[in-house]
């Protein structure tokens, strides 16, 4: 835990705009937390987050930033020391992409795109934040996802960078203890847009596979990045699975 109390806590979440990221912005919110609401293209979106956050009492701005290059990453981290005066001390590294393909349809560049955004862009934003820290105690939690260690059978591209992503949480998890820690949450299926084209037999299909028979909501893989990010939690490098 970060010994301090909420309101000097500041989180930059990307990909805050939408879904899960914008679940996750309103839980750190509504715990105290400042926030930067991060966002590639859909800044209106990112504006509403951060107006429903204001409504609710909360303070957060948006940011627009390319994660998928160096430049963009440094920026984002940039924000909060302009907005509120201090670098972050929790990092959210929720954004990502998945482009449908098999073998034979993947191309070259939706490879180079899918790591650049789900695997370089959480480095970059993790060295950025942990430089501006310099020492002091933060958290990081990287948004991974089960596609990682349970087989598709097609987006290998999408497959490979979230399984790098909980190679490098258990690795920097080390390197940067104990000021920092690093965990992963890994949602399986969640509720949410991407999904809303998938046929009712294939929701279907997901729900046979699930014991409990029931679709996680992005509010609940929020609940438990505002448990790293803000509760007593001496933990580090943990993978959390929620499928
Ligand atoms: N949905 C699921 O079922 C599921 C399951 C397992 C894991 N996950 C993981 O959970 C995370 C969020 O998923 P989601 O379904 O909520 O995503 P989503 O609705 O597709 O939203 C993606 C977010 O990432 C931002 N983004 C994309 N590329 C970016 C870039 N290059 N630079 C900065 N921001 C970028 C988008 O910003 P704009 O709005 O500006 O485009 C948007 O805010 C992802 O890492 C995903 O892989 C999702």
């Known amino acids: 835990m970060i010994a301090a109390s909420n309101d000097t806590l500041i989180a930059v979440v990307t990909g805050g705009s939408r879904e899960i990221g914008r679940a996750i912005c309103l839980a750190l919110s509504g715990a105290g937390v400042r926030v930067v609401v991060g966002c590639q293209e859909n ?3 990112a504006d509403q987050v951060c107006g429903e956050i204001e409504r609710d009492g909360g303070n ?28 972050a001390n929790i990092l959210v590294n929720n ?28 480095w970059w934003t993790t060295r950025a934040f942990a430089r501006l820290l310099d020492g002091q105690e933060g958290d990081i939690i990287n948004i991974a996802s089960t596609a990682a260690t349970a087989p598709l059978g097609r987006s290998h591209h ?38 809303k084209s998938g046929s009712v ?25 505002l448990y790293f990010a803000t509760m007593q939690c001496h933990a580090t490098g943990t993978v959390l699975i929620m499928n």
């Not at 994660?67 to 981290?77: D, K, M, T, V, Y």
Request: glycine share 6%.
């Open 95 to 122: 954004a990502g992409i998945c482009t449908p393909g098999n073998l034979h349809t993947i191309t070259d560049s939706d490879w180079e795109q899918v790591m650049a955004t789900n695997l370089m862009g959480p």
């Open 158 to 195: 999408y497959v490979a960078s979230k399984a790098a992503l909980l190679g490098i949480t258990k690795s920097l998890a080390l390197e940067l203890a104990p000021a920092i820690r690093v965990n992963a949450v890994v949602p399986g299926y969640v509720a949410t847009e991407r999904h």
């Open 43 to 45: 800044v209106d979106l």
């Open 201 to 225: 037999k294939e929701q279907g299909n997901i729900l046979d596979r699930t014991p409990l028979c029931y679709i996680i909501k992005p509010s609940e893989i929020a609940n438990y990045v």
């Open 60 to 87: 957060a701005v948006p940011f627009l930033a390319d994660i998928s290059n160096p430049q963009g990453a440094e920026a984002l981290l940039q924000a909060p020391l302009r907005a509120f005066g201090k670098p």
